[in-house]
């Protein structure tokens, strides 16, 4: 094993939503963990979520962005402004970033306007937050993108230019709803480039990111969680819950190429889908 489990950086316990008297998911728990390899700088969490449609992955981001409220359970995260070893905090609104599937930007705001409001609630004085800016833009390779507005970008552009703002506000967690959906063979490159780049940034890093596209999600992430309906005593459940979890970690295919051994878990994870 080239690779250690450290602190938590997410903890999620009992979690259920329900909106008016209609339960979307419940008993949701899982535990991410900080991953340490070994003879690398820094390792950054990748966690898929998928499920057929209508299974609740979109509530249960939701909720993990702190978009909506739970019904039961907490969710907390390591506080990284804490001196504390092992301090956690309960999730609130801005704590992750959440990068939809549109990559909603202002329309009326150019890219350095969009990232300058992204930062208004720091201490950065204006010049240091055009430095931080002009920093990210170059490093995100959207260095002649600074004056131009949302239609004059590419989806890619688009993208990179949504997680930057969202970088910007919560820094070390990031959720994506479905990140390749209508996207071109060129522009999922540039989304899996944007990955590479928040996983070299620090090794807190954690993204967690839905796909319908399981080969995708197989390729990409270290731990993938299928959400559906559950079957408690024989009898289908009409809500969502974690029904399956693939740790590629532990399964030795993480950091890996994509080989036989990635297909034949895909279609165990498809098989998965279509039972729950």
């Known amino acids: 094993m080239d690779f250690e489990f450290k602190e938590t950086l997410l903890y999620v316990e009992n979690l259920s939503v329900a909106y008016d ?8 728990n899982l535990i991410e963990k900080d991953v340490v390899r070994e003879n690398h700088n820094s390792t950054s969490q990748v966690i898929a979520v998928v499920g057929r449609s209508g299974r609740g992955k979109s509530t249960f981001f939701k909720a993990l ?24 905090k309960d999730i609130k609104e801005g704590d992750i970033g959440f990068v939809d599937q549109k990559y ?11 990232l300058k409001f992204a930062l208004r609630k720091t201490n950065l004085t204006e010049e240091e937050k055009e430095e931080k800016i002009k920093e990210y833009l170059h490093k995100w390779g959207l260095d002649n993108c600074t004056y131009k507005y949302p239609n004059e970008l590419s989806g890619g552009q688009r993208q990179r230019t ?5 970088l910007f506000s919560s820094e070390q ?3 994506m709803d479905e990140p390749f959906s209508g996207l071109d063979v060129g522009n999922i490159k540039e989304v899996k480039k944007s990955f590479d780049l928040l996983n070299s940034t620090s090794e807190y890093n954690t993204i967690i990111f839905s796909s319908h596209d399981i080969e995708l999600a197989v390729s990409l992430a ?25 740790d590629l970690r532990e399964l030795g295919l993480a950091w890996q190429e994509f080989g036989e051994a990635h297909l034949k878990l895909t279609r165990e994870i498809i098989n998965q889908m279509m039972l729950s």
């Open 21 to 28: 008297d209609t339960v979307i998911i419940k008993d949701i």
């Open 162 to 166: 949504a997680i930057i703002e969202q």
């Open 65 to 88: 962005t702190g978009l909506v409220a739970p019904r039961t359970g907490k969710i907390l995260i390591k506080d990284f402004k804490s001196t504390v070893e092992g301090a956690a």
């Open 222 to 246: 270290q731990v993938i969680y299928v959400i559906g309906y559950p079957t408690i005593e024989g009898e289908k459940q009409n809500y969502g819950s974690i029904v399956a979890k693939f």
């Open 173 to 175: 967690f990031i959720v």
């Open 104 to 114: 909603t930007l202002f329309r009326h705001k150019t890219v350095l306007q969009t």
